[in-house]
């Protein structure tokens, strides 16, 4: 089972980014899947979640800047971040819940 994230980069505070998912080797229709985030020094903590049905969770930070979604004949979840804030800098990395697999991480840089 493969993870792979993309979509990191450097934006100002207040604009957006859209991070991308790839899952390979597991039933993706089935995956429940998070995304995490880590910033310098803190805990990884998690930013969105979604199941295998698309409910939805979010950590109340993000809440009404942040969108998780998924596109199962692609086998991807993505993670819509609008109004990004310094704060929201750090490793993004996605995880399959049923596993407790993860993916490299891709970097979020929020400047002000």
């Known amino acids: 089972v493969h993870l792979v994230e993309s979509g990191g980069g450097l934006v100002q505070a207040g604009g957006s980014l859209r991070l991308s998912c790839v899952v390979s080797?597991?039933?993706?229709?089935?995956?429940?899947m998070a995304w995490y985030r880590q910033a310098p020094g803190q805990q990884r903590e998690m930013v969105a979640a979604?199941?295998?049905?698309?409910?939805?969770d979010y950590a109340d930070s993000v809440k009404g800047r942040f969108t998780i979604s998924r596109n199962n004949a692609w086998n991807t979840v993505y993670l819509q971040m609008n109004s990004l804030k310094p704060d929201d800098t750090g490793v993004y990395s996605c995880?399959?819940?049923?596993?407790?697999?993860w993916g490299r991480g891709t970097q979020v840089t929020v400047s002000s």
């Open positions: 979604i199941t295998s049905s698309g409910v939805t």
């Open positions: 080797g597991f039933n993706f229709r089935l995956a429940s």
């Open positions: 995880n399959l819940r049923q596993r407790d697999l």
